[in-house]
């Protein structure tokens, strides 16, 4: 009976812990600063944006847009963006990495998945 009893503490416990733990897939976010009229935010957006929030990158790191002409405040940028599409890999509002421009999918998501496997909660990337 004591095992018993001891089983089920320890189930409860366990339980516990896995329902207060961070989930890995929201641990930051990716920051598009875009601007009207260009051309390879159109681009990315025409290959990219309808799959990125089903793949496993755009649930670890999940899309947010911003003008690169109304900068938000609550993001700490390690230098100002300048070219658009910049990507910037955000977390409790610091920057933790960029793609800058956009040569394509391919180059995307490898820049992408590179910059996500340098964080804490990484993700497996795909080959």
């Known amino acids: ?22 989930s890995p897939t929201m641990a930051a976010n990716l920051v598009m600063v875009e601007q009207d009229g260009c051309h390879w935010c159109a681009k990315w957006n025409a290959e990219i944006a ?12 999940p899309l947010r847009r911003v003008d690169l002409h109304a ?20 977390e409790n509002g610091k920057e933790l990495g960029r793609i ?7 180059f995307f998501w490898f820049h992408l998945r590179k910059l996500l496997k340098t964080q804490p909660t990484q993700i497996s990337p795909k080959s």
Request: aromatic residues 14%.
């Open 50 to 61: 309808s799959i990125f929030p089903k793949t496993e990158e755009g649930k670890r790191a």
């Open 71 to 90: 900068l938000p405040t609550d993001i700490r940028f390690s230098s100002p963006p300048v070219f658009t599409p910049t990507f910037v890999l955000v």
């Open 1 to 22: 009976m004591k095992h018993f009893i001891f089983a089920l503490v320890f189930a409860c416990v366990a339980q516990s812990a896995l329902m207060a733990a961070p």
């Open 100 to 106: 800058e421009g956009y040569g394509g999918d391919e």
